[in-house]
């Protein structure tokens, strides 16, 4: 998943100073934390909307997890997690790379490895 918008990111124009180059490449330093703390705080926000039976859950999910076997509410609630979960992290990379491309801004050269600010 990252690979492929790490790739559309090699799109952005900035020359090296150092060589000169113009294989540079925005740094995801933001994107990275962003995708993970969104993720995480999509997760948690998705499965408080079924909070009441969280706990219920988390029992449950123990329990299958010895017997292996998923009661249908205990799948649900994963999914509304995971859904949560995949919502996040779009909007954390996307938050993400906003900072990256006006607050951070740095750079790193393809060529030769020089890091700068653009
Ligand atoms: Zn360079």
Redesign the pocket.
Known sequence: MDRVKESTDQMVMAV?P????RH?QLQATARKTGVVVGGMLGALIASGFSSATAGAVNGAIIASALSRRLPATVTGAIGVAIIGFVCGTIAGHAIGAEIDMNILGMYQ?R????EFKA
């Open positions: 090296c150092a060589c000169g180059s540079c050269c060529s030769c490895g020089f």
